[in-house]
Every structure is written in structure tokens, then in C-alpha cells.
């Protein structure tokens, strides 16, 4: 008897590229056509008319900026950082850090399930069937995965593009992608979120807010110390490892 995977129709080879493909072209289009929508002077120009729709459709406003925030890290779209603020700005800090973290934390699962089906399966085939060198990275990898993933999303100067993308070609699984993500990105998001829940005064006094704010002393200082605790356990390991040897 004919065995019915056998007579299924195989997907053309360039099928699995197409979220891949398709990302790609919005994002050039959106880096384009977008840019005066996702800034600071259309924020501030539209604030008045953003708070009063706030007030009269506060979950309907929720659900359209989650909306909104996943199509911008999904598709790689210009504005991330102002969404983050936009987010402060219309919902404080406490919710608003919640709703970034939550759209920022989707759209990042979207482009890594897009990334895993185009390419990230045939990288780790060819890892997988590797040896030497590149089979003892892989190894390494996957040993420490839960701490190279909270690495990755708390050092700020790792762009949010490419924490999404080495995952996926590395065959992280989605549960660790996501876990990771999703608490890995609450010390920048909280960050950015309370300055955006401040800009009624930086509006008032007509100034800008200062995105750099990240990298100053007192926060970036207390975000390196997460990132040093997150390779504690590769820390161990390697050094217990070096004693069981010579023993």
C-alpha cells in the first residue's frame, strides 16, 4: 500500500524563504514610507489627538498599539524606540512597560519563526553533521543556552534584529526563545517606558528626551551586572570543568 506521505506534494525549495523575503521588502518600503510616522515630532504633534482617543477607547487603543508595536519589530520597521516611549507616554510606566514588553516580545517570536523556517533548520542540519571546531561551539551553545540568550537581550549594544535571528539559526527552541525575551528585554523597555511616561514635561518645555539615557552610569552600571550574572553559570561550568581535569 502506497504510504500517503510519499504521494504528498513536495513545497518548492523557495517557499520556506518567502516570510524571509516578504520581511525583508516590507522593511525596505517601511524604512522609506514610514519614517515621518514613527518619530518624535509626529508623536509630539499628535499627542493631544492620541491621549483624547486613549480616554475614549482605552482597550481598543491597547489592542491597536500592540498591533502596531508588532508590525514594527516583526518587520524591522523604523520607530522602535519611539513606540517604546509612545507606550510611557499613553499607558505610565508600570502598564506601559507590560504592553511594550508584549508587543516587542510577539513581533521578536514572528521574524524568529520566519528566520527558523527559511533558514535556520538548514544551518543546524549543516551544524548538526559538523565536526571539529564547529561542532564544539555548537556544543557549547547549547550547554549555556539560557544564559547566551539573557545575555544577548540585556547587553544594550546588541541590536534587537540580530538577538531575534541567532536564535533561530542556532535551533533554539521557541519556549527558551521566548521566556528569554520576554523577561530579557524588562530592564531596557522599563527604561525607555519611563521616559516616554515622562514627555508632558519634556513636551511643555519644548526638548527632546534623551534616548542616550540608557547608557549612563546608574543604569547602564546595574544592566552590565545582569548581563555578568547571566554568564555565571557558563562562568562555573568552565571553571569546575578545568578542576575535574586536573584532578
Known sequence: MTNMSEIEPQKPAFARYLPL????????????ALRDYLSFDALRDNREALIAFRDSNFVLTVLAFIAIYVAIVAFSLPGAAIGTLTGGFLFGTAAGTVINITGATTGAVLIFLAARMGLGDKLRAKMDASDGMVAKI??????????????????????????????????????RFVVST????????LVYTSVGAGLGEVFAKGETPNLGIIFEPHILFPILGLCALSLMPIVIKAVTGKKDLSS
Open 21 to 32: 523575503v516578504g520581511i525583508a521588502v516590507v522593511a525596505a518600503i517601511g524604512a522609506f
Open 138 to 175: 555548537r556544543k557549547g551553545i547549547d550547554e549555556n543556552q539560557w544564559s547566551m540568550l539573557f545575555f544577548i537581550r540585556l547587553v544594550p549594544a546588541v541590536p534587537f534584529f540580530v538577538a531575534n535571528l541567532i536564535p533561530a539559526f542556532l535551533g533554539v527552541p521557541l519556549y
Open 182 to 189: 520576554f523577561i530579557g528585554i524588562i530592564p531596557g523597555s
